[in-house]
């Protein structure tokens, strides 16, 4: 069966970095778009980036964008999300998810099929 598995957080202060990672399982990994969404506490979840399946285009929410990096290993089966200069706007819990095809579309949380269990980030001013 299909599984996400997401690692990585933690608690970092105004400026800091973090790098996740969300192992793949359960599906041929290197066909599907991939996505990071994050949802506060009393928010909706929202988009944070996207990858389509070769790595060749990147989708960022506004808000992140020039701080956050997409990538992925379909060697490794893995979607990593480079976070530096974190701010306290960023504190969320971070999902990976499986977009239910090779392409991206617009960076909603509807489109996907498959979700991780999220990881918690916590920004400190």
């Known amino acids: 069966q299909v599984q996400l598995v997401e690692s990585g957080g933690g608690s970092v202060q105004t400026g800091g970095s973090l790098r996740l990672s969300c192992a793949a399982s359960?599906?041929?990994?290197?066909?599907?778009?991939m996505g990071w969404f994050r949802q506060a506490p009393g928010k909706e979840r929202e988009g944070v980036a996207q990858?389509?399946?070769?790595?060749?285009?990147?989708y960022y929410a506004d808000s992140v964008k020039g701080r956050f990096t997409i990538s992925r290993d379909n060697a490794k089966a893995t979607l990593y999300l480079q976070m530096n200069s974190l701010k306290p706007e960023d504190t969320a819990m971070y999902f990976c998810?499986?977009?239910?095809?090779?392409?991206?579309?617009?960076?909603?949380?509807?489109?996907?099929?498959?979700w991780g269990q999220g990881t918690q980030v916590t920004v400190s001013s």
């Open positions: 990858i389509d399946n070769t790595g060749g285009a990147t």
């Open positions: 359960g599906y041929t990994y290197s066909a599907f778009c």
């Open positions: 998810a499986r977009r239910a095809s090779r392409w991206c579309g617009q960076l909603v949380p509807s489109g996907n099929d498959y």
